[in-house]
T-cell receptor, first 114, second 113 residues
Framework: KQEVTQIPAALSVPEGENLVLNCSFT??????LQWFRQDPGKGLTSLLL?????REQTSGRLNASLDKSSGRSTLYIAASQPGDSATYLC?????????????FGEGTQLTVNP | GAGVSQSPRYKVAKRGQDVALRCDPI?????LFWYQQALGQGPEFLTY????????KSGLPSDRFFAERPEGSVSTLKIQRTQQEDSAVYLC???????????FGAGTRLSVL
């Protein structure tokens, strides 16, 4: 059974700092990995999708990397801003009979202080 | 609308009551997913539809949970005889196909008293 772990559970940084969020998964047979952002009382917003054949994806100040063989992904946020404050969730889509489902980590709650 | 729409946004139910949660996916999206998110946790998969066919219901926690998508568009998640442990946010997501990015609704927060 696929398990996804995110470290740290919570992070508080001053504005302008670069930061890294970590995600690890136990079953490396994945189709893809997604990073989401969730604001309080809101649904999930997809930030980046990395296919299993890719090593990284970039969007603006965000860069996500994937090391499939070691079961790890990182989300790098450059020059953090207060508007980046949210919970960041990592999710993987695993190969196999239940390949439709996403398995999520518990999230990293990020606070960027002005 | 342009996004996934869920209703109601909030639902308070007495223990033992039946509830129905609605999801309107993005128009043209073939795949539809339901997830359950407990407080402080990541979402957990419940069930998946491709058009009107329910292809995976392995995440439904008990036979009190039932989902349908009869015309391949709107979906309803029904919970019978609700219990306190059913309290959670229920998220719906849709995608163009199974392999594509999933777009999530804002969720329905269910509180069972």
């Amino acid at each position: 059974k696929q398990e996804v772990t995110q470290i740290p559970a919570a992070l508080s940084v001053p504005e302008g700092e670069n930061l890294v969020l970590n995600c690890s998964f136990t079953d490396s047979a994945i189709y893809n990995l997604q990073w989401f952002r969730q604001d309080p009382g809101k649904g999930l917003t997809s930030l980046l999708l990395i296919q299993s054949s890719q090593r990284e994806q970039t969007s603006g100040r965000l860069n996500a990397s994937l090391d499939k063989s070691s079961g790890r992904s990182t989300l790098y946020i450059a020059a953090s801003q207060p508007g980046d404050s949210a919970t960041y969730l990592c999710a993987v889509r695993t190969e196999g009979t239940s390949g439709s489902r996403l398995t999520f980590g518990e999230g990293t709650q990020l606070t960027v202080n002005p | 609308g342009a996004g996934v729409s869920q209703s109601p946004r909030y639902k308070v139910a007495k223990r033992g009551q039946d509830v129905a949660l609605r999801c309107d996916p993005i128009s043209g999206h073939v795949s539809l997913f339901w997830y359950q998110q407990a407080l402080g946790q990541g979402p957990e998969f419940l069930t998946y539809f491709q058009n009107e066919a329910q292809l995976d219901k392995s995440g439904l926690p008990s036979d009190r949970f039932f989902a349908e998508r009869p015309e391949g568009s709107v979906s309803t998640l029904k919970i019978q005889r609700t219990q306190q442990e059913d309290s959670a946010v229920y998220l719906c997501a849709s995608s163009l196909a199974r392999d594509n990015i999933q777009y999530f609704g804002a969720g329905t927060r269910l509180s069972v008293l």
